[in-house]
């Protein structure tokens, strides 16, 4: 690591930890809570609009509801099916990786590594994202890559790094099973196994996965001692002052879209060139999908990268603004890929109550965890 690399590091610590605020008056006040609170216990369609940039398209928040039909959907053909091949390590070359081994149930639909961990212990390059409500994605992988989630299946399947499974080998492992050619039958009409109705029957059953709803639901929905004082204020923070609805807006506080928050690491230890790698556009470098904040304990650590899992530090590193790694004239000059961070990142100037506020607001968007469980395999 160079003198650079090390500076960097150093600095973006500091701010993970607090030891080196944005901001230097840090006097004890009391937050506005009797004049900011009232504003929010009414109906949403009631309440203050929020901080926007000019030109950011952005949606209300909204809640989400308990799916009251969600047994009935697991036990719909295609899903069952689905469900089935999910859990099932002989989707891997291996036969010991199954989907579920990054995506696991019961730590929020991801592994809680830092990076996934694959065939023969490889390492993959990023952080497994969760499975909550992607049936409402636009676009999947940190970079965008897949425009559909039958798409999306065929990466992790044949990455080398990852289940390193080939399709016409797999169809075979699975025609050979005759459980396996019943489920297909009950699915689709016939016992034919195709990586195609794999893809679909596994896009199926992960449509099903759905956030339960949290206290900010039931406060949207009318429950106006869902949330502490705190919470609410720290929710008032992250319509307006802390800038958060720029980007995290809507029923899932993502606008579905990518950024380059200055987390792209350019020319250093953990460089990622993010959306560029599929685009080749240089507008494109350091840039990643918003992710959504729903059942965000659940799913830590944070970032493309997994190298965040502390709260009250990334607060901090946004606070920053994180312009300070921005190119100087002359770099950008020699180098037209060196990216900058995002207009929408800027300086909060947040006290620290009101960091505190807004991690509490944040801790409040995770519901229950529903634990599946595992289904018993197809006799072989």
Known sequence: MNKISIIIAAVVSLFL????PAVTNYASINPPYDSIVPLYKKKIDQW?????DKGVAWKEFASIKRDTNYFKTQDLPDVTLGKMLFFDPKLSSSNQISCSTCHDPELGWTDRRRVALGHDHLQGARNTMSLFNIADRTSFFWDGRAETLEKQLEGP??????MAADFDNV???LSKIEGYKAMFKNAYGDEKVTFERIAKALASFQKSIKSQPSRFDKFIDGDYNALTEEEIYGMHLFRTKARCMNCHSGKHLTDESF???????????????????ITKLPGD?????T???????????????GLFDNLEGIVNIYNSGMHMIDPKPEQKEKDSLYPYTDELLKPLNLTKEEKKALVAFLEALSGTQYKMRRPEFPVK
């Open 291 to 305: 992710p959504s904040l729903r059942d965000l304990l659940l799913t830590r650590p944070w970032m493309h990268n």
């Open 285 to 289: 470098v350091g840039r990643f999908k």
């Open 48 to 52: 203050p609009a929020p901080t926007i």
């Open 171 to 173: 169809v075979l492992k």
């Open 157 to 162: 399947i044949t990455a080398h790094n990852e």
């Open 17 to 20: 930890f607090g030891f080196f």
């Open 259 to 277: 950024h380059n928050i200055g987390l792209t690491y350019y020319k250093r230890e953990y460089e990622d060139l993010g959306r560029y790698v």
